[in-house]
């Protein structure tokens, strides 16, 4: 159900994507993105929108764990279990209307998109 669509959701508002390494950034701002708008919805007690959002988030960490390469090591394992828990957290998020474990979903993705950018932005 959700395979790609994260990868659609970027390409239907940017034309192009550069590179891998600038999806993997966009796929990280988009979870930050959705995310706070599921925290205002989760506040204003709008479960629709509230259900829009996580989905979206949802979308892209399935979108994520299916992009891992394996082969590569260690790393993928831990991306992994870390999207799997990041997963179980916003599923949480939308059946209790929890903003802490979207919080720290969120907080999470703050580390990641820090770091991703600090590794790949080699001067």
């Known amino acids: 159900m959700y395979a790609n669509t994260a990868h659609n959701i970027y390409n239907e508002n940017h034309a192009s994507i550069e590179s891998p390494v600038k999806l993997i950034e966009m ?19 709008n479960i629709e929108k509230k259900v829009y959002w996580l989905d979206r988030s949802i979308a892209i960490l399935n979108e994520l ?17 870390l999207y799997e828990y990041q997963l179980k957290l916003l599923f ?8 802490k474990k979207l ?3 969120t907080n999470v993705f703050k ?5 991703w ?3 790949t932005n080699v001067a």
């Not at 796929?27 to 007690?45: C, P, S, T």
């Not at 949480?92 to 903003?99: I, K, Q, R, S």
């Open 92 to 99: 949480d998020a939308m059946l209790e209307n929890e903003n």
């Open 103 to 105: 919080d720290e979903c």
């Open 111 to 115: 580390g990641l998109l820090t770091a």
């Open 65 to 81: 764990r299916s992009i891992l390469d394996f082969k590569g090591g260690d790393v993928a394992l831990y991306l992994d279990g």
């Open 117 to 119: 950018r600090e590794t």
């Open 27 to 45: 796929l990280y701002e988009g979870v930050l993105r959705f995310n706070a708008q599921a925290k205002k919805a989760i506040e204003d007690k």
